[in-house]
Protein backbone atom coordinates (compact mmCIF):
# COMPACT_ATOMS: atom_id res chain seq x y z
CA UNK A 1 0.00 0.00 0.00
CA UNK A 2 3.10 2.31 0.29
CA UNK A 3 4.43 1.68 -2.47
CA UNK A 4 1.49 2.57 -4.34
CA UNK A 5 0.98 6.13 -2.56
CA UNK A 6 4.71 6.63 -2.95
CA UNK A 7 3.97 5.76 -6.87
CA UNK A 8 0.72 7.95 -7.06
CA UNK A 9 2.52 11.31 -5.29
CA UNK A 10 5.16 10.90 -7.91
CA UNK A 11 2.99 10.85 -11.00
CA UNK A 12 1.59 13.90 -9.40
CA UNK A 13 4.98 15.65 -9.21
CA UNK A 14 6.16 14.99 -12.68
CA UNK A 15 2.42 15.95 -14.29
CA UNK A 16 2.76 19.15 -12.31
CA UNK A 17 6.34 19.88 -13.12
CA UNK A 18 5.02 19.21 -16.85
CA UNK A 19 2.21 22.00 -16.70
CA UNK A 20 4.66 24.56 -14.81
CA UNK A 21 7.00 23.91 -17.54
CA UNK A 22 4.46 24.03 -20.71
CA UNK A 23 3.48 27.22 -18.88
CA UNK A 24 6.02 28.82 -18.36
CA UNK A 25 7.89 27.86 -21.88
CA UNK A 26 5.00 28.38 -24.04
CA UNK A 27 5.96 31.18 -27.01
CA UNK A 28 3.09 33.90 -27.42
CA UNK A 29 2.77 36.14 -30.25
CA UNK A 30 3.39 39.89 -29.85
CA UNK A 31 2.68 42.60 -31.86
CA UNK A 32 4.79 45.46 -31.62
CA UNK A 33 3.40 48.89 -32.93
CA UNK A 34 5.13 52.12 -33.52
CA UNK A 35 1.86 54.00 -34.46
CA UNK A 36 0.78 57.79 -33.32
CA UNK A 37 -1.18 58.14 -29.98
CA UNK A 38 -2.93 60.20 -28.02
CA UNK A 39 -1.60 61.29 -25.25
CA UNK A 40 -3.74 64.10 -22.90
CA UNK A 41 -5.60 65.35 -25.80
CA UNK A 42 -2.79 65.67 -27.83
CA UNK A 43 -1.75 63.75 -31.00
CA UNK A 44 2.32 61.92 -30.84
CA UNK A 45 3.96 60.43 -33.76
CA UNK A 46 5.71 57.11 -33.45
CA UNK A 47 9.72 57.52 -32.82
CA UNK A 48 11.71 57.74 -36.24
CA UNK A 49 13.89 55.04 -35.34
CA UNK A 50 13.85 51.82 -32.24
CA UNK A 51 15.37 49.03 -31.20
CA UNK A 52 12.86 46.78 -28.94
CA UNK A 53 14.38 43.55 -26.76
CA UNK A 54 11.36 41.49 -24.89
CA UNK A 55 13.14 39.70 -22.28
CA UNK A 56 16.47 37.64 -23.90
CA UNK A 57 14.88 37.96 -27.44
CA UNK A 58 16.90 39.01 -30.57
CA UNK A 59 16.34 42.46 -31.00
CA UNK A 60 13.83 44.27 -33.26
CA UNK A 61 14.44 47.11 -35.35
CA UNK A 62 11.03 49.64 -36.18
CA UNK A 63 10.56 52.34 -37.52
CA UNK A 64 8.00 55.35 -37.65
CA UNK A 65 4.69 53.51 -38.19
CA UNK A 66 5.97 49.97 -38.21
CA UNK A 67 3.94 47.03 -36.91
CA UNK A 68 5.93 43.58 -36.73
CA UNK A 69 4.87 40.67 -34.75
CA UNK A 70 7.56 38.50 -32.32
CA UNK A 71 7.42 36.28 -29.54
CA UNK A 72 7.43 36.36 -26.00
CA UNK A 73 7.10 34.09 -23.22
CA UNK A 74 5.09 34.38 -20.05
CA UNK A 75 8.84 34.51 -18.24
CA UNK A 76 9.63 37.75 -20.17
CA UNK A 77 8.86 40.70 -17.76
CA UNK A 78 10.94 43.65 -19.37
CA UNK A 79 10.94 45.37 -22.41
CA UNK A 80 13.58 47.38 -23.61
CA UNK A 81 13.41 50.11 -25.73
CA UNK A 82 16.34 51.94 -27.60
CA UNK A 83 15.57 54.93 -29.37
CA UNK A 84 18.37 55.46 -32.38
CA UNK A 85 19.58 58.16 -34.24
CA UNK A 86 20.73 58.43 -37.67
CA UNK A 87 23.49 55.83 -37.46
CA UNK A 88 21.88 53.26 -35.57
CA UNK A 89 23.32 54.82 -32.55
CA UNK A 90 21.27 54.43 -28.71
CA UNK A 91 20.53 57.56 -28.19
CA UNK A 92 18.36 56.89 -25.17
CA UNK A 93 17.41 53.72 -23.32
CA UNK A 94 14.15 52.66 -21.08
CA UNK A 95 13.82 48.99 -19.43
CA UNK A 96 10.05 48.91 -19.12
CA UNK A 97 8.06 46.02 -16.83
CA UNK A 98 5.28 43.97 -18.88
CA UNK A 99 3.22 41.53 -18.13
CA UNK A 100 1.74 39.43 -21.01
CA UNK A 101 -0.94 38.79 -18.77
CA UNK A 102 -2.25 42.10 -18.44
CA UNK A 103 -1.98 42.69 -22.56
CA UNK A 104 -5.22 40.18 -23.00
CA UNK A 105 -5.71 37.72 -25.73
CA UNK A 106 -4.25 39.33 -28.79
CA UNK A 107 -1.22 41.58 -26.97
CA UNK A 108 -0.82 44.54 -28.78
CA UNK A 109 2.27 47.25 -27.45
CA UNK A 110 2.29 50.18 -28.78
CA UNK A 111 6.43 51.36 -28.50
CA UNK A 112 6.30 54.94 -28.85
CA UNK A 113 3.64 54.91 -26.15
CA UNK A 114 5.10 52.89 -23.58
CA UNK A 115 8.12 54.84 -24.55
CA UNK A 116 6.57 58.32 -23.54
CA UNK A 117 4.21 57.24 -20.81
CA UNK A 118 6.33 54.96 -18.86
CA UNK A 119 8.30 57.55 -15.83
CA UNK A 120 10.23 54.83 -14.39
CA UNK A 121 12.60 52.25 -15.50
CA UNK A 122 13.98 48.84 -14.40
CA UNK A 123 17.16 48.53 -12.83
CA UNK A 124 19.18 45.19 -14.43
Same mark, same amino acid.
Request: proline share 5%.
Given at each position: ???? =??????? *???????? /?? /? *????? /????????? !??????????????????? &??????? *??????? +?????? &????????? &?????? =??????? !???? &? *?????????????? +??? +?????
Amino acid at each position: MKRI =IVNCCLV *LALVGLGW /YC /Y *LSGKA /YIVMLENLP !FELHGEKRPGIEAVNVIIG &DHEPVLL *LEGDQIP +TEASRR &DKVLQIDIL &DENNKV =IESKRIP !FSLR &D *LGDQPKINVAEAFM +TQE +TSVEE
